[in-house]
């Protein structure tokens, strides 16, 4: 069997060699000519109800080469039969939640944490859900006939907490269970294989892995995608085509740079459960290059105190990012909420990248000497 490695290097670009290529290329039209309007407009109709058009699109918000390469990678890493690019990871999770809104079934099941505008949108309603909050325990007793989707994170934002997928899945019983793998990526979890039928991912993070596109991407089969495609022909969310083909390189080294991140994040996290500072470190099971802590004194100062590593919202890049979630990444909850869900005021999240070990070290450690006094 083909390794992911393997897999991450030649996936979406089977075909190149046939084509006298070693670069994906990149189709940036808008619109397709065509001489046959009765074809065309029979394609039309084919789109309008959800199917992939492949190779040959009507009109960029339909579907777009260098778009299709990305979403047939993503598909192969993860294990699902398809996958339907979006314009962010917001636009692609809404699409999900249109999706259950269409079908007659607008009641969700949520288990926090979530990522902080994801735990706003589903709360809040505005695309015609409800919610039900629970606990992993509690999945199955709060599914009802109108459920038409449980969402989980794993490992969550910004807390790293994990739940059993295998397990969770099970306790939905007919319901799909959505994953948000953005923090684990396949190179680390593939939830499909654990009964997850839907698995999303704001792409702006690790697959694009350079802190310089925005996307996201639902993985799923191919009765959920038509539905998701029947969203994006209608709402517009496309993931543009440069998009697609920086995320699709992005594929490519993904495997290497977690690895090498999950590396330095390791040691990062025993040099900071050491610090005097730290109260406490925050690591998933299944490794990755995401740490976070909780410190003594003000994490708003750690924050303002750091010279190497990045202090900014969002995470996945090849340098290592540095933000404090109440302020930033989950403010838009209630302290009530945040609380409950087990996000504390003095919880930073560290995205590690690539740097020296030793020098995201040094530059930590004086971070957090600056809050202490």
């Given at each position: 069997m083909t390794s992911l490695s393997t897999k991450?290097?030649?996936?979406?670009?089977?075909?190149?060699?046939?084509?006298?290529?070693?670069?994906?290329?990149?189709?940036?039209?808008?619109?397709?000519?065509?001489?046959?309007?009765?074809?065309e407009a029979a394609r039309l109709d084919e789109a309008a109800e959800g199917t992939d058009l492949g190779e040959q699109p009507v009109y960029a918000r339909l579907g777009n080469p260098t778009v299709g390469r990305f979403e047939r990678a993503l598909a192969e890493l993860e294990g699902s039969d398809t996958s339907v690019a979006f314009a962010s990871g917001m636009a692609a999770l809404s699409a999900c939640l249109l999706a259950c809104v269409a079908s007659g079934r607008p009641h969700v099941v949520a288990v926090r944490p979530l990522y902080g505008t994801t735990d706003h949108l589903v709360a809040s309603g505005l695309l015609g859900n409800q919610v039900s909050w629970s606990t992993v325990d509690g999945v199955a007793a709060a599914i009802r006939p109108d459920t038409g989707l449980v969402i989980a994170e794993s490992p969550a934002n910004p807390n790293l907490s994990e739940v059993d997928i295998r397990a969770l899945a099970a306790a939905c019983g007919d319901?799909?269970?959505?994953?948000?793998?953005?923090?684990?990526t396949p190179v680390l979890q593939r939830p499909v294989e654990q009964g997850a039928r839907i698995v999303v991912h704001s792409a702006t993070k690790f697959l694009g892995g350079h802190g310089d596109v925005m996307g996201g991407v639902v993985a799923c089969g191919e009765e959920f995608a038509r539905a998701l495609r029947q969203i994006r022909f209608a709402t517009g969310g496309v993931l543009h085509p440069l998009a697609g083909y920086l995320l699709l390189r992005g594929l490519a080294t993904l495997p290497v740079r977690i690895r090498a991140a999950s590396r330095?994040?390791?040691e990062l996290?025993?040099?900071l459960a050491a610090h005097p500072v730290v109260s406490r470190v925050h690591r998933p099971g299944i490794g990755g290059p995401m740490v976070s802590f909780e410190v003594h004194g003000d994490p708003a100062a750690v924050v303002g105190a750091v010279r190497l590593v990045t202090p900014a919202v969002s995470l996945g890049s090849v340098d290592t990012l540095i933000q404090h979630p109440a302020s930033i990444s989950h403010h838009i909850m209630t302290e009530q909420d945040r609380h409950g869900a087990g996000i504390s005021d003095q919880l930073l999240r560290l995205s590690v990248g690539l740097e020296d070990v030793d020098d995201l070290w040094a530059d930590l450690d004086q971070a957090l000497h600056n809050a202490k006094s």
């Open positions: 991450a290097v030649h996936a979406g670009r089977e075909d190149l060699v046939d084509l006298g290529l070693h670069a994906a290329p990149i189709d940036l039209s808008t619109t397709y000519p065509s001489r046959d309007c009765l074809t319901v799909p269970l959505l994953v948000d793998n953005t923090f684990a330095t994040a390791e996290a025993t040099r």
